[in-house]
């Protein structure tokens, strides 16, 4: 049995006719935004995807697990994989502000004025903790980590013809800066547990790293950033994804580079 996920490819109005390397070029009469790796049974509550940008995504927020009318909220995370010159990521407001603030703004386009706005670089980390309010800017290629919902409130779409949530994610959004310990820059040659909880932890692995070496045991989303990966002897290829069972079936090589993340089952 292949430990490959599958892909799915999603339209979006600010994505890309064409992909950097090593992305398959979509039609240049569509526009991919993103691409996402379909999880099994094994890695349910996780999911990954690509994020290809040439416009500003909305100004939006996520529900946590208690606020979700599913049940499971959206925590997530990025990694920076290219950024063009002047890439900027919002997170978190520039100052505490409160309800009020954020649906006037929001409802007369002045919202980008109150967000915090971070030049980005290849290597770049976030961690994004549900509630956060936050936007992507254009020019960007992005990994997402996330726990596995696609509930969305939008606060703000440039003017975009798609439905706003403001009674949705005021009840949810927090009203403050976002911490500054949830950003990292990442040393491609050092390996480091990235988010350890509290809905699932990730780490960057390098070298001659194992994901035992971070806590990782069973039921891993294996996401090869360069070089060499094999899951259950199955070399998987940058840009792609696997599941593995255990960590003992992940193989990287002294010069490859990769994601592993796994779900923490004890989060409730």
Request: aromatic residues 6%; contains cysteine; charged residues 25%.
């Amino acid at each position: 049995m292949s430990a490959l996920l599958s892909t799915k490819r999603v339209e979006k109005p600010w994505g890309r006719s064409t992909l950097p390397d090593p992305f398959e070029n979509a039609n240049r009469d569509s526009k991919t935004g993103e691409i996402w790796f379909e999880p099994t049974a094994m890695t349910d509550a996780l999911l990954a995807k690509y994020l290809f940008t040439s416009e500003k995504l909305s100004v939006q927020v996520h529900p946590s697990d208690e606020t979700s009318p599913t049940g499971r909220g959206k925590d997530e995370c990025w990694l920076v994989l290219d950024a063009d010159p002047g890439a900027v990521l919002a997170v978190g407001f520039r100052e505490e502000v409160s309800p009020e603030q954020i649906r006037k703004s929001a409802e007369d386009g002045s919202i980008e004025e109150l967000l915090e706005w971070h030049p980005v670089k290849a290597g770049d980390f976030v961690y994004l903790p549900s509630g956060t309010v936050h936007a992507i800017g254009a020019g960007l290629t992005l990994l997402e980590i996330q726990q596995n919902t696609d509930i969305t409130y939008r606060l703000y779409d440039y003017g975009r013809p798609r439905e706003l949530h403001l009674d949705e994610a005021l009840a949810v959004a927090k009203t403050g800066p976002h911490p500054a310990e949830n950003w990292q820059q990442i040393d491609p040659d050092r390996s480091k547990l990235l988010v350890d909880g509290p809905k699932f932890r990730l780490a960057h692995i390098a070298g001659n790293s194992r994901p035992e070496d971070f806590g990782f045991d069973e039921n891993l989303l294996v996401l090869p950033l360069s070089g060499t990966v094999r899951v259950n002897g199955q070399e998987i290829e940058n840009g792609s994804a696997a599941e593995a069972s255990a960590a003992a079936k992940v193989e990287i090589d002294s010069e490859a580079r990769c994601m592993i993340a796994s779900v923490v089952r004890n989060a409730d």
